[in-house]
């Protein structure tokens, strides 16, 4: 009799597992990896900071030097505030930014004057979009398996689309 029970358990069980999945894991359906997208934000905040100072410096206009000024304070702002997240959740993320990022730096340094606004202006807008299009993704129902980093995306959607409607601009 006891084998009958341990039987129907087992089968019982099977039946739960194959008819009703489990909760999603971080492996499961979601479109990028926590560790994908903190890698992408934390190299987009040390970018931004980057250029910005490129552009209070480099800029020949007062736009792109204001707009330079205000990225390094926002994404100063965001680095402080994902770090924060970082630390609670035990994580790491990279402190430099991307090969790809660093060849816009060294093409942004080499310019001065109406050529270094028409470029910064380019990468920005750029940048500008394919990070919008990452934190898009990333803060969906299915974007990242992390909640609180779901929010953190989520919440900086308003000021990257903000971001990128006066890149446009300069």
Not at 14 to 28: H, I, M, N, R
Not at 138 to 149: H, M, Q, Y
Request: net charge neutral.
């Amino acid at each position: 009799m006891k084998k009958i029970h341990l039987l129907s358990s087992l089968l019982l069980l099977f039946a739960v597992t194959l008819f009703f999945p489990s909760c999603k894991s971080e492996d499961g359906d979601y479109q990028i990896s926590n560790q994908d997208f903190l890698n992408e934000a934390a190299t987009f905040n040390a970018f931004q900071i980057s250029a910005g100072d490129l552009a209070q410096s480099k800029g020949s206009t007062e736009s792109v030097k204001q707009y330079g000024a205000k990225m390094v304070t926002e994404f100063t702002s965001y680095k402080n505030e994902l770090a924060v997240l970082v630390a609670s959740k035990g994580w790491t993320t990279p402190t430099t930014v991307t090969a790809a990022q660093e060849a816009d730096l060294i093409v942004l340094r080499a310019l001065s004057g109406t050529a270094f606004d028409s470029k910064y202006k380019e990468i920005m807008v750029s940048a500008g979009q394919n990070i919008l299009d990452s934190y898009q993704t990333s803060s969906g129902k299915n974007g990242v398996f992390d909640a609180d980093l779901r929010n953190y995306a989520k919440n900086k959607i308003v000021y990257l689309e903000s971001h990128l409607a006066t890149a446009k601009t300069l």
